[in-house]
């Protein structure tokens, strides 16, 4: 794995999980992290602050004071991350659903992709400790979310994701507005239209041991709206090309 990548993680009370993850991360040379963390009151910042001493050069810590936020945590975060001399900027959850062992394999693939998504639904992937109910949950938002917008994608809710660089750079940041998981959705959405080459690359996601997921209604209604609102943004009317590969 020779080309460096910077991974974004935001958190909000993950004190439990960041140390292993931090652990897995690290086993790769090529790999640094930046811990967005929106202002945890369990302490998650101020930990992030302590595994960053103890991997100097190589862990970055953002404490947010806005409004709090996935897609604002991203935005955030990517904004620095831009500014950053590595090839590939990753995507990943801090509940360790996302196995670092798969993040090698999603950063190869950047050699012949603008986006590369760790996906459950390619052949390969696969689903572990999830019940029944969210398994068809998570499949069907991706067959509502693929009808509405033509995106080709398996996994378009995915949040185990590396970009290049400089892909990631010409994406509108600024005009984004969803905010929860549907944040990941309008990324892919405009990155498509504007013509970035997406790949798929299979992973074993895993449901959270520790800790309390993020998901409510309010998270679940925006993702219902997001497709809907993307076919009538100006982003709908750029011609589409055959994104995936």
């Not at 949040?159 to 010409?170: D, H, N, S």
């Not at 940041?173 to 892919?188: A, C, H, K, N, P």
Request: aromatic share 6%; charged share 25%; hydrophobic share 40%.
């Amino acid at each position: 794995m020779s080309r460096s990548a910077l991974v974004i993680v935001p958190t909000y009370n993950e004190r439990g999980n960041l140390p292993t993850l931090v652990a897995g991360l690290m086993l790769h040379p090529n790999v640094r992290l930046m811990v967005v963390d929106d202002q945890s009151p369990d302490g998650t910042g101020a930990l992030a602050d302590e595994l960053a001493a103890q991997h100097p050069g190589r862990i970055q810590v953002m404490h947010r004071t806005g409004r709090r936020g996935l897609g604002r945590s991203y935005i955030d975060g990517i904004t620095r991350a831009i500014g950053e001399p590595v090839d590939v900027i990753g995507q990943m959850d801090a509940d360790l659903s996302h196995d670092p062992a798969h993040l090698p394999h999603l950063i190869g693939a950047t050699a012949d992709a603008d986006v590369v998504i760790g996906s459950r639904y390619v052949p390969g992937g696969a689903i572990v400790n999830w019940p029944k109910r969210r398994q068809l949950l998570s499949r069907f938002a991706n067959i509502y979310i693929r009808t509405i917008t033509r995106l080709s994608a398996r996994d378009c809710t995915s949040g185990y994701r590396c970009w290049r660089r400089e892909a990631l750079a010409a994406l509108p940041l600024d005009r984004f507005i969803s905010d929860g998981y549907s944040f990941l959705v309008e990324m892919l959405f405009v990155a498509s239209r504007r013509g970035c080459r997406v790949a798929e690359v299979p992973i074993t996601f895993v449901e959270r041991r520790v800790g309390e997921s993020k998901i409510s209604r309010g998270v679940l209604l925006e993702s219902a709206i997001t497709p809907w609102r993307l076919i009538g943004s100006p982003e709908s009317a750029r011609k589409a090309p055959a994104e995936s590969r």
